[in-house]
């Protein structure tokens, strides 16, 4: 999707544009970016925005970007800013987007957001970006596929790219379906917060007892609202470090995937968010059966 709305930037629906790219010389073509929005998120930005024709701009530094730098990047080549909403993304020392808007409307061009694990499909557009970018597979919860919101003329020249660099990206009906039924299903979500927290808690309360655990609600540390169980692991006294209890749960049958980004420490967490009615009860019996057997 950042190849496609980069693409739609540079070539609108100019039909000899949006069949040459990504070749895009004598175009307006250059994307800026902060440099540390310049980032991996499985695959690589930069490789994204050239695969839509663009050239990615980095202004400033990994660490630190000035306004000035923004300001001082943009040159008569320009075609849209960029903005990375992402956590792979440096948090410090980078410019905010509100004030990437405002550079991006004092020149007249456009603001892309790459929101692509967020979940709110509302708010970058409310604030004016031009285009936003999210994944349908990540907090849309749908199949592998993406969807773009923003301005009217953008998304036709996004749609216009099916004839062009697009084409190479189609999704099949199934994945189209299941999109729409993950959006329609996200909208009418009864998942909310309350409810995660009630699940969640009900699974730490059936753990209270176990030596060597200490369990905790905890909110996702990007400030979104998730809630999950954060299991706090003493291998000494439960007989498994965090890494051996999360490979035995990963063994077992149903297998059970923890969010393990701080088994090092000592922590697992469950999610709710993949959990059908009723899951936590099967993780909650297997965390016993394992602490049990020692
Ligand atoms: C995941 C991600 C993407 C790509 O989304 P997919 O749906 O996996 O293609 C793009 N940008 C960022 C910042 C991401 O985290």
């Known amino acids: 999707m950042a190849s496609r709305s980069v693409a739609a930037v540079i070539a609108g629906t100019q039909l000899t544009r949006i069949e040459r790219l ?70 410090k020392g980078m410019q905010s987007l509100e004030t990437m ?7 007249k061009i456009p603001l892309i957001v790459d929101a692509a694990a967020e979940a709110d499909l509302r708010r970058y557009t409310a604030m004016g970006a031009d285009l936003v970018i999210y994944s349908g597979g990540k907090a849309i919860e749908g199949p592998t596929s993406g969807l773009i919101c923003g301005r ?20 099949g009906k199934e994945a189209i379906i299941g999109l729409l ?63 051996e209890l999360m490979k035995r749960l990963e063994g077992g049958d149903p297998a059970i995937y923890t969010r393990h980004h701080y088994a090092n420490m000592g922590i697992l967490q469950i999610d709710p968010r993949p959990l059908l009615p009723g899951q936590e009860q099967v993780i909650v019996k297997r965390i016993r059966e394992l602490a049990g057997a020692k």
């Open 181 to 243: 039924t993950a959006l329609q299903r996200y909208g009418t979500r009864e998942e909310t917060a309350q409810a995660q927290k009630q699940r969640m808690g009900w699974l730490i309360d059936q753990l209270t007892d176990i030596n060597g655990l200490e369990c905790r609600l905890a909110r996702d540390e990007a400030g979104r609202e998730i809630y999950r169980a954060e299991l706090r692991i003493d291998a000494q006294r439960l007989g498994w470090s965090a890494t």
């Open 101 to 107: 808007l405002s550079v991006a409307q004092e020149h």
């Open 152 to 171: 009217a003329d953008l998304i036709e020249a996004c749609r216009a790219q099916y004839k062009g660099i697009g084409r190479a990206m189609k999704v």
């Open 22 to 91: 990504p070749d895009s010389e004598g175009l307006h073509n250059e994307i800026v970016l902060q440099k540390g929005h310049a980032v991996h998120f499985g695959a690589s930005i930069t490789q994204m925005i050239a695969l839509g024709g663009g050239k990615a701009m980095e202004a400033g530094h990994a660490n630190h970007v000035e306004k000035r730098h923004l300001m001082e990047a943009i040159t008569d080549r320009t075609a849209a800013l960029m903005y990375v909403k992402s956590h792979h993304a440096v948090q």
